[in-house]
Every structure is written in structure tokens, then in C-alpha cells.
């Protein structure tokens, strides 16, 4: 379980920006063990697309998937998109393998 990783991205609907804190969970198979700093590269690369939450938390879960091989991953998004009266948040997820369908493993994870 890796928490609180920064990002910072432009939502492709309004144009507004959005930012705030992934939590990201896998379960490692075949021995691979991804390290912290890939996981925040991961983050970073795909938050400079234009992008909604859940489109950011799907394309960090599936490139982790591809990459690692793992047996389930599971993204949580944290945000606040800026709007004209104020932040408003916002909150997307992911999940990939034995957490797809899944509720009980995900349960309270990333809150």
C-alpha cells in the first residue's frame, strides 16, 4: 500500500484543474515488487493527460497491471478540482485482478 502520492492534473470536461493525493494497493505475484518512486512516476506521467479522475485512476491501475504482473490493483484518488466558487471534491477508483468486484478487500482502504 503506497499513500498519499502528490498529483496535479487538468480536467478534460472543463478545462479545470484538480489535484490531491493517490492511494495505490497491489498485490504482487512472481516476486515483483514495484518500488515507491515508480509508483509516483506512474502518477505523474499519466496526471499531465487531460483526464477525469476515474480515467487517471484506470490508466494508473492498467499500467500497473501490465508492468508488474500483479494479481490485483487498486487506485484510489483523493482531489479537489478548482471551480469557480471554490474547491470541490472529487474522488476517483480503479481496480484491477482480485480487487476488481470486490468491495470487501477495498473496504475503507484509502479513506
Same mark, same amino acid.
Given at each position: 500500500? =503506497?499513500r !498519499?502520492?502528490? /498529483? /496535479?492534473s487538468?480536467? #478534460?470536461?472543463?478545462?479545470?484543474? /484538480? ?6 494497493g497491489? *498485490?504482487p505475484?512472481?516476486g515483483? =515488487?514495484v518500488g515507491?518512486?515508480? *509508483? ?5 506521467v &499519466?496526471?499531465?493527460r487531460l483526464? +477525469?479522475? +476515474?480515467?487517471?485512476?484506470?490508466? *494508473?491501475a492498467?499500467?500497473l497491471?501490465e508492468?508488474?504482473?500483479p494479481?490485483?490493483?487498486? *487506485? ?8 469557480p /466558487?471554490?474547491? =470541490?471534491?472529487v474522488?476517483g #477508483?480503479?481496480?484491477?485482478?482480485? &480487487?476488481e468486484?470486490n !468491495?470487501? !478487500?477495498?473496504d475503507g482502504?484509502?479513506?
Open positions: 500500500l =503506497i !498519499d502520492v502528490p /498529483f /496535479f487538468t480536467a #478534460e470536461d472543463s478545462l479545470l484543474p /484538480f489535484y490531491g493525493r493517490a492511494h495505490v497491489y *498485490v505475484s512472481r515483483t =515488487i515507491l518512486s515508480k *509508483v509516483a512516476r506512474l502518477a505523474e &499519466f496526471a499531465r483526464q +477525469n479522475p +476515474n480515467a487517471l485512476a484506470a490508466d *494508473v492498467a499500467a497491471h508492468g508488474a504482473a494479481r490485483g490493483v487498486h *487506485v484510489v484518488l483523493e482531489a479537489a478540482q478548482m471551480g /466558487f471554490g474547491p =470541490i471534491p474522488r #477508483e480503479a481496480a484491477t485482478g482480485c &480487487f468486484g !468491495d470487501e !478487500d477495498a482502504y484509502g479513506a
